[in-house]
């Protein structure tokens, strides 16, 4: 965040009073959302109403012992991000303040407040390689140059989105900070690596287009039967200990994006520091190289005041929009969008607006969609192509999905993965419902899957789709009079229906290789209990009995391709092997 220029500090105003996160001040000068800097110690806050002399702030630090009195501050400017290389590999606090950064000042890892820090290093310097020479023209968003931020990303310098461009009349190359000026153009503008953008507003692009690539998850259920788009929107809900967390790190280590931007907001602090100590040991599987290396974690506990949680996630969409117009695939989790719900509620109570559903603000949806619609698939205003998924956990209190943050979730976003308590309690992980679940994509990506897997994607899809449904009105029947009452067909059919679930729907994060799933293996293992049904059938109608069928020595094999690291022969033997081993039998 950059609004600590004191030049641009306006006229003071005084508390009048303090609740909670919620603090109103007289007479100060100034606008809806802009930062305003509350108390003695100058916590950082923006404004949320304006009402005659009264101005209403939420207070994005902790407020007690702050009280009337106290000087108030505008900036006059609204809550904005720097951006800059130096945002991969930083791990940031609600409002941006990297936290080495501000361990270093306080001397301790608890955050104190009133503490000031850019959100990206005014200071290291940089190799900027130029792209642009003198007499050349350019136009706002244009890549000017690039910085090897990390060992994976290479930071592309743009023209920022409100200039006006023109004739390039100056170029530096060599080492320079994020301040020092760059690319000069005729007009007198000067392009340096530092951008500010305000952190409401969504950054320009060009065109907005249907998505048509998935982001490939590697998570079998996902990739295979409810797949998100490169561009796309995703929800999962889930009770606590379901495995939302799980999924989300799952998919930040192997979703096939360049960038991830990591939203921790206001999980229990365990949680969060549990993602600040594991990701900088992790490698990114595709590199090689530190996950870190093209990870922005934004991390705001639960012990963090409420009001940052919102703060988090526009902070964390700005950051994800800049990488996107550099023309990188982004993806932005945040975990969870309920605590951010929350944080609404309690704000809206405290400014005793009318509450609707469940206490929760009437504006939960709007800010629920503004926040979503900035996913997307683009074409940059540079030209490029570039793409922003968006994933948010919803935590619902007791997992009862019919409460207003999920209801409203569903109706904004077009994946859906629904974990189930159940399924968890039965150790089937991930306990993604595939009965509830559902993704809107799925008919525009399968060309996606037909191109680049198989051609018949999605009838095998399709077929396991059916299969399942089956099973789960079969499972009605046999709860009424047992499995063994139903025709030998039907017993087969929930053979079929088990390996699906288990060979198939289950994968254990926690496996070295079955962590991971490639479409083509997730396609591969399809194809294995298709083989296995086709079989079992056949052999069924030649009268072979159904025990006899499941008992057949290579079937179980069929629960192991997962950990298998050379599957493809492993897929090949097996389907050789069921197939002899059922035609042995009549
Ligand atoms: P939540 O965030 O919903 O509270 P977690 O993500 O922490 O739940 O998951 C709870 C536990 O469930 C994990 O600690 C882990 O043991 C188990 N689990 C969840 N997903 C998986 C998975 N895909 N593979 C293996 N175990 C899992």
New binding site residues.
């Given amino acids: 965040m950059s609004q600590a220029t004191q030049d641009s500090v306006r006229e003071d105003g005084v508390i009048a009073s303090v609740s909670g996160p919620v603090v109103t001040a007289r007479g100060l000068d100034a606008r809806m959302n802009d930062v305003v800097y509350v108390g003695d110690e100058g916590l950082m806050g923006e404004v949320i109403e304006i009402e005659g002399d009264l101005t209403t702030i939420q207070v994005y630090e902790e407020t007690s012992g702050v009280g009337p009195g106290e000087p108030v501050e505008s900036t006059g400017e609204p809550l904005t991000v720097d951006l800059g290389p130096g945002m991969m590999d930083a791990i940031y606090d609600g409002v941006q303040r990297p936290l080495d950064v501000l361990e270093s000042k306080m001397d301790s890892a608890f955050l104190d407040r009133g503490v000031d820090a850019p959100g990206i290093d005014l200071d290291e310097k940089w190799e900027f390689e130029p792209t642009v020479s003198e007499g050349d023209e350019v136009a706002p968003g244009d890549v000017v140059g690039s910085v090897p931020e990390t060992v994976t990303i290479e930071h592309k310098v743009m023209v920022p989105p409100d200039f006006e461009g023109g004739e390039v009349v100056a170029v530096e190359e060599g080492e320079f900070s994020v301040t020092e000026t760059v690319v000069e153009l005729d007009n007198g503008e000067e392009i340096t690596m530092h951008q500010e953008w305000p952190v409401r507003q969504a950054r320009p692009a060009a065109e907005k287009k249907t998505p048509r690539e998935p982001l490939v998850s590697g998570q079998r259920i996902l990739d295979g039967l409810f797949p998100i788009a490169k561009g796309g929107t995703a929800a999962i809900p889930?009770?606590?200990?379901?495995?939302?967390?799980?999924?989300q790190h799952?998919l930040a280590k192997w979703a096939d994006a360049d960038i991830v931007v990591y939203v921790g907001c206001g999980e229990r602090g365990n949680?969060m520091t549990e993602v600040i100590e594991d990701f900088p040991e992790l490698d990114d599987p595709k590199t090689g190289n530190p996950l870190m290396a093209r990870t922005c974690l934004i991390a705001n506990t639960s012990n963090m005041p409420v009001a940052a949680r919102e703060s988090c996630i526009y902070t964390g969409i700005t950051i994800a929009e800049y990488y996107r117009d550099m023309g990188y695939d982004v993806a932005l989790m945040a975990d969870s969008t309920s605590r951010w719900a929350e944080a609404m509620r309690e704000i809206s109570s405290r400014l005793e607006e009318m509450p609707g559903e469940e206490g929760y603000p009437a504006y939960l949806a709007a800010r629920l969609s503004e926040f979503y619609e900035r996913a997307g698939y683009f074409t940059t205003v540079n030209g490029e192509e570039g793409s922003v998924s968006v994933i948010g956990?919803v935590?619902p209190p007791g997992g009862d999905f019919s409460e207003p943050v999920t209801q409203n979730t569903l109706r904004i976003v077009k994946t859906f993965w629904a974990?189930d308590a159940d399924l968890?309690e039965r150790r089937h992980?991930?306990?993604i419902n595939w009965n509830e679940s559902y993704s809107l994509y799925q008919e525009q990506l399968d060309p996606w899957f037909v191109e680049n897997v198989e051609d018949d994607w999605a009838d095998e899809r399709q077929w396991a789709v059916d299969v399942l449904d089956e099973e789960n009105e079969l499972q009605e029947i046999v709860q009424l009079v047992g499995k063994d009452a139903l025709p030998e067909d039907q017993q087969l059919t929930l053979e079929i229906a088990r390996y699906l679930r288990e060979a198939y729907l289950q994968?254990?994060?926690?496996h070295p290789t079955d962590t991971y799933c490639s479409p083509e293996k997730t396609y591969g293992i399809l194809t294995a209990i298709h083989t296995f049904n086709d079989e079992a059938f056949k052999a069924l109608e030649a009268g072979v009995p159904v025990e006899e069928i499941q008992a057949i020595e290579a079937a179980p094999r069929l629960n192991r391709i997962g950990v298998q690291e050379d599957w493809e022969a492993y897929i090949e033997d097996l389907k050789a092997e069921i197939t002899e081993q059922l035609r042995e039998l009549y």
């Fill in positions: 889930g009770p606590f200990g379901s495995g939302k967390t799980v999924t799952q949680e956990a935590s974990l968890a992980f991930p306990a994968q254990n994060a926690f």
